[in-house]
């Protein structure tokens, strides 16, 4: 049989959770919000121990999710955004750059940085991912979180 490595899905024990959450479309990141920080609360995690960070765009979430994640007061970071389609190409340089930036900020501090960043082609589906029918995509950023911190102290406790 061979060995697995799981995760436990609680967050407790003074955990502290930054979360970076961009303004632009803020009808819809708010809502990402309101599920991540309900999320993290369901899973543990006191007021006290969880931080937000405004932003103007998802262009700018990854900067401070880098600083946030290499300050050693964090054990996770969450980024929060939405970018919707519009008339342009704009949205897929947004987009692509926003997956790498954040992506870049985990594997350059060893922290997990979640992405929860909504990529849509309108705001009805960004709103269905965010509380609407389609669930809520900040929940599922925090749950990410939570599972990766949780896995990564578990490694480190075994040497890997």
Do not use: W
Not at 121 to 148: F, H, M, P, V, Y
């Amino acid at each position: 049989m061979p060995e697995v490595i799981e995760a436990t899905m609680l967050a407790s024990g003074g955990r502290r959770i930054g979360i970076v959450v961009s303004r632009f479309n803020s009808l819809v990141t708010e809502r990402l919000l309101s599920g991540a920080v309900d999320t993290f609360r369901r899973h543990g995690v006191d007021d006290k121990d969880i931080t937000v960070v405004h932003v103007p765009g998802s262009f700018e979430l990854a900067l401070p999710a880098r600083r946030l994640a290499a300050s050693g007061q964090f054990d996770a970071v969450v980024c929060l955004g939405a970018v919707i389609q519009g008339e342009t190409t704009h949205h897929e340089y947004i987009n692509h750059q926003t997956a790498a930036g954040i992506l870049q900020a985990s594997f350059e501090t060893g922290v997990p940085v979640a992405f929860g960043v909504l990529t849509c082609q309108s705001l009805d589906q960004a709103l269905d991912r965010a509380g609407g029918k389609a669930g809520n995509k900040g929940q599922e950023a925090a749950l990410a979180a939570i599972e990766q911190m949780n896995l990564l102290t578990t490694l480190k406790e075994r040497g890997m």
